[in-house]
């Protein structure tokens, strides 16, 4: 099977180009610039290698014999081109990957409409440094001290309340 004769680069190079962050564009500069160096001295080659002067050979070779031999094994020699093994495993590893992509941009949208809730909702709060205890209390409830229903000591963290169970702490043995 002969190799097929490459006749451009196969990467889409303006498309990967806007996926490369601004502080990799060097890289990605040297990267682009060696692939470019390889196709220029791969397309420099002829498609096929010249063909020897076997007659010239054969002149000037005193050794009878000698050069017909050579011309039977280098017409005999076969040199082939590796068989694709993979293209399809990759294909079904791009597919899995396809799927796990998009379910992550699936959840991280949905994310984001969730953060942009809570950016709402703090946007539309009285600024912090203006805000009394009260108003503290009504846009945090669960956070606020409460001294009437939930009464804590000073330093109002849970480790220093009454009924505070570590929860790291190991438990005895039975």
Do not use: C
Request: proline share 8%; charged share 30%; net charge negative.
């Amino acid at each position: 099977m002969a190799a097929k004769r490459i006749g451009k680069s196969a990467i889409n190079w303006a498309a990967l180009s806007e996926r490369v962050p601004e502080h990799q564009r060097p890289q990605y500069a040297a990267f682009k610039a060696k692939s470019d160096g390889y196709l220029r001295r791969v397309l420099s080659n002829p498609e096929q290698p010249p063909a020897i002067d076997w007659a010239f050979y054969k002149s000037k070779v005193p050794v009878a014999g000698m050069v017909d031999e050579f011309q039977k094994q280098y017409s005999a020699l076969k040199i082939s081109y590796p068989v694709d093994t993979v293209s399809a495993q990759i294909d079904a590893l791009e597919k899995d990957v396809k799927g796990d992509v998009d379910k992550f941009k699936s959840e991280s949208n949905s994310r984001i409409a969730e953060y942009k809730k809570q950016l709402a909702h703090i946007a539309s709060l009285i600024p912090y440094d203006q805000m009394t205890m009260e108003d503290y209390r009504d846009a945090y409830p669960e956070d606020a001290l409460d001294p009437i229903n939930r009464p804590t000591f000073w330093p109002h963290t849970p480790e220093e309340q009454l009924d505070y169970v570590d929860k790291d702490a190991a438990k005895p043995a039975h």
